[in-house]
């Protein structure tokens, strides 16, 4: 296992700018304190004398320290690792033991967690959004089964899934509302340590009074699309000189403007100012509605307003779902 958890607190410590040797000999002997009449005596002292033991053999400040703090945050409100050496060996210390119970079955289930995977859940999730630190989520968990080699099955999604959960309980316990959790963890965003700006900038786009409006004519489009797609129907890109009436060009062009303002926003990390940048689209969507029929007999023509109603729903949903805000 510590061969593991060396491995995979290198591959981090580079996806953090941190120095991987450092991160591996802190990680190989993150351990070594387990077998010790210390810590055999009193086990509530694990890394807390693997950090003095290190220190006391000359180790450099970064690995002891590291040492000392991979078990961190132990418990809801603990304290959590300073700096990318110490992050990293604890973030490969929980992953691996998420990936190698998840791989043999080993899940959580109901009230029972003997192993303490909720836990560590939380830990890699606080460690990551609260230090923020620009890991996916998704190449965490990859790299973590990857150091077994096979010899564990593959419970990636189940892992992801699992972690995802606990997530939302944890942003929910920061005070964002259900919906507002639910519409950007639908996402699956790869950057969980963005989530917390993303959620702000949900919170300050249901403030516009073109909010609900918006969000119920997302969801307006989400189903006009699932239904369409439920029955064949085949669409993407909207070309404009397929468009006749004057409503769905006039929303065209407000999409179009509004994409690229938005686009520039998104880039930056200006989340809010991303969604607010869409509160222009209220008329033209309300006007889209009331005079155009998506489902038009002429196959050409409806395929290219359904094909502008998906444009509408990737433009506008980069952030979160915005149709799961609808009331």
Known sequence: RVERIQLLAGKIARLLGADPLLAERAAWLSKADLVTGMVGEFPELQGVMGRYYALHDGEPQAVADAVGAHYQPRFAGDVLPEGGIACAVALADKLDALAGLFGIGQQPSGEKDPFGLRRAALGVLRIVVERALALSLHDLVNAAFEGYAGRAGNAHADLELFIFDRFAGYLKDRGYSTLEVDSVLCRHPAQISLVPRQLEAVRAFLALP??????????????????????????????????????????????QAA??????????????????????????????????MVMADDAQVRRNRLALLADLREAMNQVADISRLAA
């Open 210 to 255: 073109e909010a609900a409006s918006l969000a119920a004519a997302n969801k307006r489009v989400v189903n006009i699309l699932r239904q369409a797609q439920g029955k064949g129907e085949s669409f993407h890109n909207a070309e404009a000189g397929k468009l006749r009436d004057p409503a769905e060009r006039a929303l065209f062009d407000a999409l």
């Open 259 to 292: 994409s690229e303002q938005a686009a520039a926003l998104f880039r930056q990390g200006d989340f809010t100012g991303y969604l607010k940048t869409f509160a222009v689209l209220k008329t033209p969507v309300d006007a889209f509605f009331d005079s155009v």
